[in-house]
């Protein structure tokens, strides 16, 4: 596990809850935080070969869900938010207090503000952020592969990096390679 895993993903989560209410008026559903998350993870993994979190993602109906949370949904509470289901399944993400940002950097920082300036608009429903997340390379894999299945970060890729020669790997394909590799090793290990 990254050292400060924890905090990141809990300020991630207060950050989005703040921001997303000031700039939409209105709380944070789960739909819209996972959507969130999965942009996250998915680019910081096809631009730099790591996920940002590791998550255990689903490809679901409406775009990938980080099972770490999703699990989680109806009682997670922290000190610095709290998830409160409402009726007809929904539940919002309700910061207790402001986020420490020094567990972000700046990079987290602006693509998620770049995901706010986009989606935590009055008017933008789920439906939109759900579309938008089909686009995510590894999402539309999984969901090909078979419905509901688990989706693999390998699949951010657009070809089998265990078949690609090494000379012809980008720097993100290696990157990715060397991430997986010391994963591996850490669970066989630990």
């Known amino acids: 596990m990254l050292a400060y895993r924890k905090e990141r993903i809990e300020n991630t989560i207060c950050y989005l809850a703040s921001k ?77 207090k402001e986020p420490d940002t020094d567990y972000l950097s700046e990079h987290e920082i602006q693509k998620i503000d770049e995901l706010l300036k986009i989606f935590a608009q009055p008017g933008i429903k789920s439906k939109i952020i759900c579309k938008a997340s089909h686009k995510i390379k590894a999402w539309k894999k999984a969901w090909q592969r078979k419905k509901n299945s688990l989706i693999r970060y390998q699949d951010s890729f657009s070809e089998n990096l265990d078949e690609k020669k090494e000379t012809a790997l980008s720097h993100q394909e290696n990157s990715y390679l060397v991430y997986r590799g010391l994963r591996k090793l850490s669970r066989r290990c630990g």
């Open 20 to 96: 997303h209410l000031k700039q939409k008026g209105e709380p944070l559903y789960q739909t819209f935080l996972y959507k969130y998350l999965a942009f996250l993870e998915f680019d910081s993994l096809e631009s730099i070969g790591k996920p940002l979190y590791e998550f255990t993602y689903k490809a679901m109906k409406n775009g990938p869900v980080p099972l770490d949370i999703y699990s989680k949904r109806y009682n997670y509470e922290t000190d610095l938010f709290i998830f409160i289901p409402l009726e007809d399944n929904k539940i919002i993400v309700i910061p207790k």
